[in-house]
């Protein structure tokens, strides 16, 4: 479950990206956030692997307080939520399945298994065919679905897709969500943030954030989003 | 230790920059502990050879060397006392010339070299050069010590040249260390810096390693294994360089040493000295390895 309480987050700057934002997502639960570039979606991503600290407010992951977390266990937590990064963060000089590899390695995932983790996640994510390419090789749609099989083999509990279909055409976007949903029913929460309100339907729950504030929240899937969503 | 090759691979003339400063650094450190070995043997030789002896009056009576002996002994500052005869000085006499007929006296009107011509001697070992005053004091007290034609005691004395080579060795060691520390820092730098900048260019890459997970143990370990392949290569070169150096001046150290080192150096002593420059190596390459990392988690 993940908790956030009154979160304000602002930069050296000046400028509030996140201002007393209060969300609450349970365990399984497939929840877009959406909102215009600058609305703080990827500063929720950077908070809840504590790549950042919020200036006030709490974030609770399963019960535990990030505030509190000491950096030795940053990498547990890291374990825990996975990022699938906007500009994906692909390793340019090793191949899709060296990349997933380190990962694997990163959690002690038992040495005889991994190439065999690795055919499963490929063929999970569509990319049987390219395990010996590098990320050049790739298109945006396949560098994404890299990144997913990436995220994806640390098992974690909470999956962040930032702008997961931001760079794609409409077809490989869809596909890309679909394969979310697919991770979704296999029980990881599932957070992903857009721009893009084509595929809210989707989700389980809708949150629009802008200006670093949440305006709108709905439970329900919602086909065309500005017509159904509930103002707080 | 494959991301470490990889990273070899990736900068090869850094890696040879580093393994070549490494090199040079174990070849001097190597070559210092040869010759520390070296002069701390021919110390010791000379330090066991009698240091002093004294040329024995033929009309010296047994009774009268017995007490100089024993007078030698009550100091507490001899190590050892060895007296030698007339016919044990002729049987030395004739071991050192071999069978030369010119210095035997065979072929001279002189007539043949006897124990007659030759003086017995007490051979005095002393524990410390700076006991050599009160001893060799001892010596010139007593009757039983030949007098030279100018009506000096004969007594050698080699105090100087001990005390000397005593000197050279503890200044050839303290100019080895020296040297070895310069040239340790430089190593450490060179490596340091060679490691610092490896991990600068992958910054982006380690970062997206700690995004997902990775501790800093696993992101730095290819960049320690790094400096362990780096001096590995590089202490053994170091040693092979002075193994190559000892070889070849081997034939020309045992026509002035041999007898006082032992020559050629026994194989186990090159062993030993390739595990310690191994090992020495091994010490500088962690402590730069280990430099560079903690100076990237500080940033």
Known sequence: MIEFKEVTKQFPAGNVVLEKVSFLIKPGEFVVITGPSGSGKTTIAKLLIKEIEPTSGEIVIDSENLGLLKAKHLPSLRKKVAVIFQDYKIIPDKTVAENISLALQIINFPKTQILERITHLLGLVGLSEKENLFPGQLSGGELQRAAIARAVAVEPSILFADEPTGNLDLATAGEIMLLLKKINQSGTTVIVSTHDLNFIDLASRHLHLLKGKIVAEDTESIEKPPKKVKKK | ?299
């Open chain 2, 1 to 299: 230790m494959n991301p470490a090759l990889k990273n070899i691979r990736r900068s090869p003339y850094q890696a040879i920059a580093a393994v070549l400063v490494l090199s040079l650094n174990l070849f001097v450190i190597s070559l210092f502990t040869l010759v520390t070995l070296a002069s701390q043997s021919i110390l010791v030789y000379f330090e066991t050879r009698p240091q002093i002896i004294a040329y024995l009056k033929d009309t010296a009576p047994e009774s009268l060397v017995n007490e100089t002996i024993t007078n030698l002994n009550s100091t507490g500052l001899v190590k050892s006392i060895k007296y030698v005869s007339k016919n044990d000085a002729l049987k030395i006499y004739k071991e050192s010339v071999g069978n030369d007929p010119l210095l035997l006296g065979t072929v001279t009107q002189l007539g043949e070299v006897t124990a007659d011509i030759l003086p017995a001697s007490l051979e005095v070992s002393v524990r410390s050069s700076s006991d050599f005053d009160h001893v060799a004091k001892v010596l010139e007290e007593s009757d039983i010590v030949s007098l030279t034609p100018q009506g000096v005691k004969e007594i050698d004395f080699p105090k100087n040249i001990v005390s000397e080579l005593a000197a050279w060795t503890k200044a050839l060691r303290t100019a080895g260390v020296a040297l070895a520390v310069v040239l340790s820092v430089t190593s450490i730098n060179t490596i340091g810096t060679n490691v610092s900048l490896k991990i600068a260019s992958r910054k982006t890459e380690i970062d997206t390693l700690k995004l997902i997970g990775a501790k800093n143990s696993f992101v730095l370990k290819p960049y320690l294994w790094e400096t362990v392949i780096y001096s590995l290569i590089g202490g053994f070169f170091g040693w092979l360089f002075s193994f190559i150096v000892l070889l070849y001046s081997t034939p020309i150290l045992v026509t002035r040493l041999e007898g006082i080192i032992p020559l050629p150096v026994p194989p186990l002593t090159v062993f030993f000295l390739l595990l310690f420059i191994l090992s020495v190596s091994l010490l500088l390459g962690l402590f730069s390895g280990i430099f560079a990392v903690v100076r990237f988690l500080r940033r």
